[in-house]
C-alpha cells in the first residue's frame, strides 16, 4: 500500500524482530546466556508490542485504507494487491478493535 509510509517500515520491523525470536528458539536451547534475551523479547514483543502496534498504527493503516480504497483501481499488479490489502484491512480493522477491548477488559495486569 503506497500510502503508508512509515507505518510500512514499523510493520515490517515488527514481523523481522518475530522472525528474530524464532530463530532464537533453537539457539536458547544451545546457549544459555540466548534465553534471557529470547524471553524478553518475546514478553515485550508478543503481549505489549502486539496491542502498542494496533493502536499506534490503527489511524494510519485506516486512513490509508480508505485513500486506496478511493482511489479504487486494478490497472496494475501492485495496484491489485493494494487495493485487496485496503479491503483486508478495512474487514478485519473492526474485528481487532472488539479483540483489543476483549483482552484489555478480561486480562488486566
Do not use: C
Not at 5 to 16: I, R
Not at 36 to 61: A, C, D, E, H, R
Not at 66 to 95: G, R
Amino acid at each position: 500500500m503506497r500510502n503508508l509510509g512509515s507505518t510500512f517500515v514499523y510493520l515490517v520491523v515488527y514481523v523481522v524482530l518475530i522472525v528474530i525470536y524464532g530463530l532464537m528458539i533453537p539457539l536458547s536451547m544451545v546457549f544459555k546466556s540466548i534465553d534471557n534475551v529470547k524471553n524478553y523479547i518475546g514478553n515485550k514483543l508478543f503481549m505489549n508490542g502486539t496491542l502498542k502496534l494496533f493502536f499506534s498504527q490503527f489511524p494510519p493503516i485506516f486512513m490509508a485504507s480508505l485513500i486506496n480504497i478511493y482511489n479504487f483501481k486494478f490497472d496494475s499488479w501492485m495496484e491489485k494487491v493494494s487495493t485487496s490489502a485496503a479491503e483486508l484491512f478495512l474487514i478485519i480493522m473492526p474485528a481487532g478493535l472488539l479483540a483489543s477491548w476483549y483482552l484489555i477488559s478480561h486480562f488486566k495486569t
